[in-house]
């Protein structure tokens, strides 16, 4: 799993660096990245944060690692870089001019999503200084998912142009809500078959100590 979720991160990641490289080379403005180039800081924000969250994020689901105590320990990084993702892409979605081809029901959508994503990685948190590990995995594996949204939607929108040119406006909007709503569902799949027995009693109680933050 750890490598399927870093597989799904390898394109937006690609993305960013390139964005990055954009930025610090002074390229060109175009009407993609005037509003970056006017107000850099929130983008770069929410690259290098969704970035560590979704590479670290993969890795707490590695059994070796959380055998080692790195569960606990990139819980401290992982937590906030996805906080501060969500933060930032929500200023972005509210401050930033939309780009070519968006319009308010995608503006809608991404303020959705974004603060779903912030609420579930909260929730998350909170569970965890109530030790409460069954519920602060859920709302962990929620919010990861949330944050790795835009892999998934590099695979709804890339057949779609491939097939039939640029989206519109409302199909773009759809192809993006997919991406996040095709994540959802497999959290909640990966959720609900969740081991309870004795196992994941065990890992319940070898855990539970204070400072502990992310997903079991």
């Known amino acids: ?8 991160t390898v394109v937006p990641m690609i993305g960013g ?4 490289a954009d930025l610090a ?3 060109p403005t175009t009407p993609d990245n005037a509003r970056f180039v006017a107000m850099p800081v929130p983008v770069l924000v929410h690259i290098f944060t969704a970035s560590v969250f979704c ?3 993969a890795l707490q689901f590695a059994p070796g690692l959380r055998r080692r105590g790195w569960h606990r320990i990139a819980g401290r990084i992982t937590v906030p870089c996805g906080l501060a993702a969500a933060l930032s892409g929500l200023w972005m979605t509210l401050f ?8 308010a029901l995608l503006v809608g959508i991404r303020l959705v999503f974004g603060s779903a994503m912030f609420a579930s990685l909260a929730l998350g948190f909170a569970a965890i ?9 859920a709302w962990m594996i929620r919010g990861y998912a949330i944050g790795q949204g835009a892999g998934t939607q590099v695979l709804t929108n890339v057949p779609w142009l491939l097939l039939f040119g640029v989206p519109g406006t409302v199909t773009r909007a759809m192809l993006m809500a997919a991406g996040w709503v095709i994540n959802v569902a497999v959290a909640e799949w990966v959720i609900r078959r969740r081991p309870a027995g004795p196992r994941r009693s065990a890992m319940v109680v070898a855990d539970s100590a204070p400072g502990h933050l992310t997903s079991q």
């Open 25 to 27: 080379g002074n390229a």
């Open 55 to 57: 590479v670290l994020g």
């Open 96 to 103: 930033y001019p939309d780009a070519p081809g968006d319009g």
């Open 1 to 8: 799993m750890p490598t399927l979720l870093i597989a799904l």
């Open 17 to 20: 660096a390139v964005r990055v």
């Open 129 to 137: 200084r109530r030790r409460d590990l069954i519920r602060h995995s």
